[in-house]
């Protein structure tokens, strides 16, 4: 390596000063390190070195994420409370309830669920909720919409509640709810409904078990949805078992969703209009008895999955990769994992088809949501009664 000498005068000042810059050197490597305040978790990637740093911790099952466009989020524990958290900087986030949370059904895998906010969030303060909520001796996955009102964090609340879908079927099991929430480029919002551990449901298009139901904003069904013959109003698609990951593409424009398989069998979906995605006909999973139950690996008039994972990961939030924060991730699809207790990134080419995926912080936890923030941040939940929200950094 050339190096460039230069000759100094020995004055008084000129030391001083060789002391000043000399103090600067010796201290700028201190103030160039990487803040490693509320790291949990540390992990090898294509990235490099990527550690998880704790936002807020002691969150009882928390289950959906909805980062706000001017910053903080709001979090839903599966037991019944919606969450305001004022910033997402590590270190000195706040969390405020917000109260006028609809009533939920807190059975089996059901409770509060998934939380969007509406694409004109700014303006017209809607707040999206999916849940399971009691009905006729049963459950059902049920999604409404509300208006986050108040002009402070201490007394944010949810006015003006108004229902805009709700199974069309009592199911008493505590199965399979589903219920992730996605709005489109067009406006549109599609829900993930599990078939609730009746698997024949699935390929029942009157019933809305194993479908993704698609609706305008104020819960009305499109004019555009196509016509499934004898369809339960607003389905989309088909054929599905419990999707519980619901991300927009946004290279494509298309709505991708994943879904827990029995014993192996999870998936990665493109959704497409009118399409059945074959469950239970069609799976590369097996009954929990090791008995088999598709009928083919494939078969004509099924669309087939984008991604098959056996054994399970079991699958639950997903989130497309952009910005500069991840430059070696941008356009992946980052999934995280209950089963597996890691997040999967699934790395995908300029047509959109998986080349490889690679295996983040194995072992940390169990993963209940992934999203990306305004901010570029990856940021994600973990599972469970001592649940928090982390922040994914690479250094």
């Given at each position: 390596?050339d190096?460039?000498t230069?000759r100094?005068?020995t004055?008084?000042?000129?030391?001083?000063?060789l002391?000043?810059?000399?103090?600067?050197?010796?201290?700028?490597?201190?103030?160039?390190?990487a803040?490693?305040?509320?790291?949990?978790?540390r992990s090898?990637?294509?990235?490099?070195?990527v550690?998880?740093?704790?936002?807020v911790g002691?969150?009882?099952?928390?289950?959906?994420l909805?980062p706000?466009p001017r910053?903080?989020?709001?979090?839903?524990e599966?037991?019944?409370?919606?969450?305001?958290?004022?910033?997402?900087d590590p270190?000195?986030a706040r969390?405020?309830?917000?109260?006028?949370?609809?009533?939920?059904?807190?059975?089996?895998?059901?409770?509060?669920?998934?939380?969007?906010?509406?694409?004109?969030?700014p303006?017209?303060?809607?707040?999206y909720?999916?849940?399971?909520?009691?009905?006729?001796?049963?459950a059902?996955t049920?999604?409404?919409?509300?208006?986050l009102?108040?002009?402070?964090?201490s007394?944010?609340?949810?006015?003006?509640?108004?229902?805009?879908?709700?199974?069309?079927?009592?199911?008493?099991?505590?199965?399979?709810?589903?219920?992730?929430?996605v709005?489109?480029?067009?406006?549109?919002?599609?829900?993930?409904?599990?078939?609730?551990?009746?698997r024949?449901?699935?390929?029942n298009?009157a019933?809305?078990?194993?479908?993704?139901?698609?609706l305008n904003?104020?819960?009305?069904?499109p004019?555009?949805?196509p016509?499934?013959?004898?369809?339960a109003?607003?389905?989309?698609?088909?054929?599905?078992?419990n999707?519980?990951g619901?991300?927009?593409?946004p290279?494509?424009?298309?709505?991708?969703?994943?879904?827990h398989?029995?014993?192996g069998g999870?998936?990665?979906?493109?959704?497409?209009?009118?399409a059945?995605?074959g469950?239970?006909?069609?799976?590369?999973g097996v009954?929990?008895?090791?008995?088999p139950?598709?009928?083919?690996?494939?078969l004509?008039g099924?669309a087939?999955?984008?991604?098959v994972?056996?054994?399970s990961?079991a699958?639950s939030?997903?989130?497309?990769v952009?910005?500069?924060?991840?430059?070696?991730?941008?356009?992946?699809?980052?999934?995280?994992a209950l089963?597996?207790?890691?997040?999967?990134?699934?790395d995908?080419?300029?047509d959109?088809r998986?080349?490889?995926q690679e295996?983040?912080?194995?072992?940390?936890?169990?993963?209940?949501?992934?999203r990306?923030?305004?901010?570029?941040y990856l940021?994600?939940?973990?599972?469970?009664?001592?649940?928090?929200?982390l922040r994914l950094?690479a250094?």
């Amino acid at each position: 390596m050339d190096r460039l000498t230069a000759r100094v005068a020995t004055t008084p000042a000129s030391r001083a000063l060789l002391a000043l810059v000399a103090a600067v050197l010796l201290a700028a490597p201190a103030a160039v390190q990487a803040d490693e305040s509320e790291v949990v978790a540390r992990s090898r990637s294509s990235a490099g070195q990527v550690v998880l740093r704790r936002v807020v911790g002691d969150l009882n099952a928390p289950w959906s994420l909805a980062p706000l466009p001017r910053g903080g989020a709001l979090v839903t524990e599966r037991t019944g409370r919606l969450l305001y958290v004022d910033n997402l900087d590590p270190g000195t986030a706040r969390v405020f309830p917000v109260a006028g949370a609809p009533a939920v059904a807190v059975v089996g895998q059901g409770g509060l669920l998934d939380v969007v906010v509406s694409p004109d969030f700014p303006r017209d303060r809607l707040v999206y909720l999916s849940y399971a909520a009691r009905s006729g001796g049963g459950a059902v996955t049920r999604v409404s919409r509300a208006r986050l009102a108040g002009d402070s964090p201490s007394n944010l609340r949810l006015v003006e509640m108004e229902e805009l879908f709700s199974l069309n079927r009592v199911v008493s099991t505590g199965h399979h709810f589903g219920s992730r929430l996605v709005f489109d480029n067009e406006g549109y919002l599609y829900i993930t409904v599990g078939e609730r551990g009746q698997r024949e449901q699935a390929q029942n298009p009157a019933s809305h078990q194993g479908t993704v139901v698609r609706l305008n904003p104020d819960g009305s069904v499109p004019a555009s949805n196509p016509a499934i013959p004898g369809g339960a109003p607003g389905i989309f698609t088909w054929g599905h078992r419990n999707p519980q990951g619901a991300a927009l593409n946004p290279t494509t424009g298309e709505v991708w969703i994943h879904e827990h398989g029995p014993r192996g069998g999870d998936e990665i979906n493109v959704l497409s209009a009118g399409a059945n995605y074959g469950w239970p006909r069609l799976t590369d999973g097996v009954a929990y008895s090791g008995r088999p139950i598709a009928e083919a690996d494939s078969l004509p008039g099924f669309a087939d999955p984008l991604v098959v994972w056996t054994p399970s990961i079991a699958p639950s939030g997903m989130a497309f990769v952009i910005g500069d924060r991840y430059p070696e991730w941008q356009g992946d699809v980052v999934v995280g994992a209950l089963a597996g207790q890691h997040l999967r990134r699934v790395d995908l080419d300029a047509d959109q088809r998986p080349q490889s995926q690679e295996v983040l912080f194995t072992g940390y936890a169990r993963f209940r949501d992934v999203r990306q923030a305004p901010d570029g941040y990856l940021y994600v939940l973990t599972d469970g009664a001592d649940g928090a929200l982390l922040r994914l950094e690479a250094r």
